[in-house]
């Protein structure tokens, strides 16, 4: 009798592992599954903003109107940034000392774009070495041009990540993409192209229109 229970509660408590088992494995299943689809979310919400901002909406483009800056209030070395079109846009204020570096031989030999050759990354009247209307004034959508990242702005500090021969710009910390202070892209980085210069204009020296250009430009 005591064989006969002693056999059944061995009997038990492998049905009962058994059973754990297959929990566990259904919540394993259950949790994988769940993981896969939230990752897929995950890189769906990551990557609209990026694709939204380069194929807007008919909507977006007819609401995403002319912005006005008063370039009076930035401080030399100093950025601010805006929206336009659903994209954040710097507007650097470049010091003589930023303007001096971007002359420097050693600088461009290491730019992919030094003279902006890639038409679409800006229009005609930043077709040149400073990529701007008034040298002073830099106007570049703030998105990497790899993966749609905002890169950080670091206009002199060096650190390890950036080189010893970093001479201030933008370091998009994602895949270590680097742009110089005229939004240049640096050789072998991912990014492929320099930042977009965004169509702009001034209505007088201290006011500029992001989203809008015109043969009456003023610098």
């Given at each position: 009798?005591?064989e006969l229970?002693e056999t059944?509660?061995v009997?038990?408590?492998d049905?009962?592992?058994?059973?754990l088992?297959?929990?566990?494995?259904?919540?394993?299943r259950?949790?994988?599954?769940?993981?896969?689809?939230?990752?897929?979310?995950g890189?769906t919400?990551?990557?609209w903003?990026?694709?939204?901002s380069?194929?807007?909406?008919?909507?977006?483009?007819?609401?995403?109107?002319?912005?006005?800056?008063d370039?009076?209030?930035?401080?030399?070395?100093s950025?601010?940034?805006v929206?336009?079109?659903?994209?954040p846009?710097?507007?650097?204020?470049?010091?003589?000392?930023?303007?001096?570096?971007?002359?420097?031989?050693h600088?461009?030999?290491?730019?992919?774009?030094?003279?902006?050759?890639?038409?679409?990354?800006?229009?005609?009247?930043?077709?040149n070495?400073?990529?701007?209307?008034?040298?002073?004034i830099?106007?570049?959508v703030?998105?990497?041009?790899?993966l749609?990242c905002v890169?950080?702005?670091?206009?002199?500090?060096?650190?390890?990540t950036?080189?010893?021969?970093?001479m201030?710009?933008?370091?998009?910390?994602?895949?270590?993409?680097?742009?110089d202070?005229?939004?240049r892209?640096y050789k072998?980085?991912?990014?492929p192209?320099n930042?977009i210069?965004?169509?702009?204009?001034y209505?007088?020296?201290?006011?500029?229109?992001i989203?809008?250009?015109?043969?009456?430009r003023?610098?």
């Amino acid at each position: 009798m005591s064989e006969l229970l002693e056999t059944s509660s061995v009997r038990a408590a492998d049905l009962e592992q058994t059973t754990l088992i297959k929990s566990a494995s259904s919540r394993r299943r259950f949790l994988t599954a769940t993981t896969a689809v939230v990752g897929m979310v995950g890189a769906t919400v990551a990557t609209w903003p990026f694709l939204a901002s380069w194929k807007p909406s008919d909507r977006a483009k007819v609401i995403g109107g002319p912005v006005l800056i008063d370039v009076s209030v930035i401080e030399p070395g100093s950025q601010i940034m805006v929206t336009w079109q659903g994209k954040p846009v710097w507007v650097l204020r470049r010091t003589s000392e930023m303007l001096d570096k971007l002359t420097h031989q050693h600088l461009i030999d290491d730019l992919a774009d030094p003279n902006s050759e890639v038409a679409s990354q800006q229009p005609s009247y930043a077709q040149n070495p400073l990529r701007s209307i008034n040298p002073e004034i830099l106007v570049v959508v703030a998105l990497c041009t790899h993966l749609g990242c905002v890169p950080l702005y670091r206009p002199g500090a060096l650190t390890e990540t950036q080189g010893d021969e970093w001479m201030g710009g933008y370091y998009c910390p994602c895949h270590k993409s680097k742009f110089d202070l005229a939004g240049r892209v640096y050789k072998s980085v991912p990014a492929p192209t320099n930042l977009i210069v965004p169509p702009y204009q001034y209505l007088d020296v201290n006011t500029l229109v992001i989203g809008a250009d015109n043969a009456s430009r003023a610098a």
